[in-house]
């Protein structure tokens, strides 16, 4: 299909209204959609909607004891934002791992959402933190928006809940407790421009020896980013102790779902899943 | 056919108007609609960094850029680095290191090593250059005389 329009609005208004008549394409960054489109994968639509200029998208702030992230900050933004490294330190340790220098300085969070790969590299530590979506529309003329968890968000890859009208606008963070730990860890064969083979985010409230309110994220190991309900079970309110930690480790291996690939086989995964849990818990038990 | 989108940009410090087909990137808008065949297509699909250029003072894959995105910004090409007191230095490095084999991937590393030392300064040591350069492949170097050339340029001369 060839695009026969193309728009790029400065507002958020004009952005969701020319949106309105369906079959349109979003772009921000490029990174994803330029490859996917000439691939064929990702056919642009009708009108291809460049939301890059509408400014309500953009900027880190913190209110209502949420860092709200707007849908354009760029992999690079995030990594300088004071309020992620001091409030959200997972999600700039994963913008570490992020692809090459060119592409952060490009690639948007709400791009990297929405493009739902079961290896985005931020989804993970999202995931962990109990992120949720903002998404706007404009159904009847009056803008309206609504909020979805994350982790039900993304329904497979390159699937997400986003009706084709709507907008994400920003990804919501809640101010992680006093006492938050947080951990991630990426699995690839080198440092730059790697699609994980695994990654890992933990994020809980430490009290003593003992963790609270415990989600742990799993990357690249199911068709969506999960959590492990039995790895977080496992741990809830137990001290971090060898019993629990091994419990925990071996909940998360059996929760993975992975297949086998390029990257690594279903079972290389599993352990991967196994031996990275425990050595991160140790970790947090030594710290 | 898709109806051309007008877009008007500073071009290496030159403003410019050209009208490209929606889809069309960056990188064939520089090399087939302006003719700076500078900027090189290698992966197109940004792996490999042979298309760098600067927008708006950053380094991004020319590959992955829609070309209607140019709009109202700046872009700076190899071209425009060379005729830059860093880029003079970087030039003159990379020969001196002997950085060039086939020179595929040079004008690329070249925009990317402007980027990294408008950004670092002289405090871009051995380490944070291999990290920047991360989106950049040689397969002719091995490197070592590349990352030689970027540290020899980020010294301003006495």
Redesign the interface.
């Known amino acids: 299909m060839?695009?026969?329009t193309?728009v790029?609005p400065k507002r958020l208004d004009e952005a969701l209204e020319a949106m309105r008549g369906g079959r349109a394409t979003i772009?921000a960054?490029?990174?994803d959609?330029?490859?996917q489109?000439?691939s064929g994968k990702t056919p642009?639509g009708r009108r291809?909607v460049?939301v890059?200029r509408v400014a309500e998208l953009h900027g880190v702030v913190l209110a209502n004891g949420a860092l709200h992230i707007g849908a354009l900050t760029t992999i690079?933004e995030l990594m300088a934002s004071e309020l992620v490294r001091r409030h959200l330190p997972i999600l700039g340790e994963a913008c570490e791992h992020f692809?090459?220098?060119?592409?952060r300085?490009?690639a948007t969070l709400g791009g990297n959402v929405c493009n739902a790969s079961p290896a985005g590299d931020t989804l993970v530590p999202l995931v962990a933190l109990g992120a949720a979506v903002e998404l706007a529309s404009k159904p009847n003329g009056a803008v309206s928006t609504r909020t979805v968890p994350l982790a039900e968000f993304v329904v497979g890859p390159g699937r997400t809940r986003r009706e084709p009208m709507e907008l994400l606008t920003a990804v919501l963070v809640p101010l992680p407790a006093a006492g938050s730990v947080q951990r991630f860890y990426k699995f690839g064969t080198r440092?730059?421009?790697d699609i994980s083979a695994i990654s890992l985010g933990l994020a809980a409230v430490r009290e003593g020896r003992t963790l609270r309110q415990v989600r742990l994220a799993l990357g690249a190991v199911a068709p969506t980013p999960m959590r492990s309900p039995g790895a977080e079970a496992a741990l809830e309110g137990r001290p971090l102790e060898t019993g629990v930690i091994e419990a925990a480790a071996a909940a998360a291996r059996d929760d993975a779902r992975p297949i086998s690939d390029v990257r690594a086989s279903a079972w290389y995964r599993r352990e991967l899943v196994h031996n990275m849990v425990k050595r991160m818990l140790t970790d947090v038990a030594e710290g | 056919?898709?109806?051309k989108?007008e877009i008007s940009f500073t071009l290496n410090g030159t403003e410019r108007t050209v009208a490209v087909?929606?889809?069309m990137?960056t990188l064939a808008m520089l090399r087939e609609v302006i003719g700076l065949t500078g900027t090189k297509y290698a992966c197109?699909?940004?792996?490999c960094?042979a298309c760098?250029v600067i927008v708006d003072g950053?380094?991004?894959?020319s590959?992955?850029?829609?070309a209607?995105?140019c709009?109202g910004r700046s872009v700076t090409t190899v071209e425009g680095v060379v005729d830059t007191p860093v880029g003079e230095r970087l030039r003159d490095a990379f020969v001196q290191a002997g950085a060039v084999q086939c020179g595929f991937c040079t004008p690329g590393m070249m925009v990317?090593a402007k980027?990294?030392i408008d950004s670092l300064g002289a405090s871009l040591d051995r380490e944070a250059i291999k990290?920047?350069?991360?989106?950049?492949l040689c397969r002719c170097t091995g490197y070592v005389k590349i990352v030689d050339a970027i540290a020899a340029a980020a010294q301003p001369k006495e």
């Open positions: 060839t695009v026969d193309y790029a772009l960054g490029g990174t959609l330029m490859p489109s000439q642009l291809l460049n890059r690079s692809a090459s220098s060119q592409i300085n490009a440092l730059g421009l | 056919m898709s109806p989108v087909a929606p889809d990137s197109g699909e940004g792996e960094g760098t950053l380094s991004l894959n590959c992955l850029m829609f209607a995105d709009d990317q980027h990294l990290r920047g350069i991360e989106g950049n």
